[in-house]
T-cell receptor, first 113, second 113 residues
Framework: DGGITQSPKYLFRKEGQNVTLSCEQN?????MYWYRQDPGQGLRLIYYSQIVNDFQKGDIAEGYSVSREKKESFPLTVTSAQKNPTAFYLC????????????FGPGTRLTVT | DAKTTQPTSMDCAEGRAANLPCNHS???????VYWYRQIHSQGPQYIIHGLKNNETNEMASLIITEDRKSSTLILPHATLRDTAVYYCIVSRGNSGNTGKLIFGQGTTLQVKP
């Protein structure tokens, strides 16, 4: 089955700890994205990557870091510098060029206390 | 990317067609209209997209007005599983730019028995 996997589904951390969220895709997509969703809100773009070994900041990159060493993988690290890390995190991937839809993973719900 | 306006909520009877409107009066010529939906606590699901012509797939139909300033998503026979938040998004796709999707508040569709 082709798709995007995110793990874990739920994650709990203490304040001050860094945490890494996993995102893997087997759709052979070049582009990958990380979004954050807060309760009752739409999605906001954190980071995106159009190709391996390259990535750009989205609208709310502060306190986050990413890497793109493999086409299939785009892990997101939530650092202790992120002021309000508790949120629902969604990873997506797409082809590149015009008119490519994004496919989303099931999400990771992070709670920091 | 152009902004969109959608009603906050709508109801639909099970088995009837659900017609979800979207206004995008500032859409530019190279921007597509995308529709996604998000069932509670899941990742968004791509439904359909179009540029000028009406589109149909196994999930829905997309009707775009001739001036492209508005569109309607049609779910021909709504079921209880179609209860979700529906997002109308205008984007240039992934043509060398971010591919960012701007998710607004969307329309909460409640399908009732």
């Amino acid at each position: 089955d082709g798709g995007i996997t995110q793990s874990p589904k739920y994650l709990f951390r203490k304040e001050g700890q860094n945490v890494t969220l996993s995102c893997e895709q087997n759709l052979n997509h070049d582009a990958m994205y990380w979004y954050r969703q807060d309760p009752g809100q739409g999605l906001r773009l954190i980071y995106y990557s159009q190709i391996v070994n390259d990535f750009q900041k989205g609208d709310i990159a502060e306190g986050y870091s990413v890497s793109r060493e493999k086409k299939e993988s785009f892990p997101l690290t939530v650092t202790s510098a992120q002021k309000n890390p508790t949120a629902f995190y969604l990873c997506a991937s797409s082809g590149t060029g015009f008119s490519y839809e994004q496919y989303f993973g099931p999400g990771t719900r992070l709670t920091v206390t | 990317d152009a902004k969109t306006t959608q009603p906050t909520s709508m109801d639909c009877a099970e088995g009837r067609a659900a017609n979800l409107p979207c206004n995008h009066s500032t859409i530019s010529g190279n921007e597509y209209v995308y529709w996604y939906r998000q069932i509670h606590s899941q990742g968004p699901q791509y439904i359909i997209h179009g540029l000028k012509n009406n589109e149909t797939n196994e999930m829905a139909s997309l009707i775009i007005t001739e001036d492209r300033k508005s569109s309607t998503l049609i779910l021909p026979h709504a079921t209880l599983r179609d209860t979700a938040v529906y997002y109308c998004i205008v984007s240039r796709g992934n043509s060398g730019n971010t591919g960012k999707l701007i998710f607004g508040q969307g329309t909460t569709l409640q399908v009732k028995p």
